[in-house]
């Protein structure tokens, strides 16, 4: 099965994937934690949803 995601989405699984990884004791995240690290600025550019709605409407 073939997914087309967009960017906002893509960014939002990454983010999860990796925290998933790095932070396994923090699970489950809470949304700010999602916004937070899909905002994050190290490392990777800024998202464009800067209250971390894009992407979740589809997802629902």
């Known amino acids: 099965m073939k997914y087309?995601?967009?960017?906002?989405?893509?960014?939002v699984?990454?983010?999860l994937l990796e925290k998933q990884v790095t932070t396994p004791e923090q699970y489950p995240l809470s949304v700010?934690?999602?916004v937070t690290?899909?905002?994050q600025k190290?490392?990777?550019e800024t998202g464009d949803?800067?209250?971390g709605t894009g992407g979740t409407?589809?997802?629902r």
């Open 4 to 11: 087309e995601l967009t960017a906002t989405e893509a960014r």
């Open 49 to 51: 949803e800067p209250d």
């Open 13 to 15: 699984i990454g983010c």
């Open 37 to 39: 690290a899909c905002n």
């Open 57 to 59: 409407g589809t997802a």
């Open 42 to 44: 190290t490392n990777r």
């Open 32 to 34: 700010h934690g999602v």
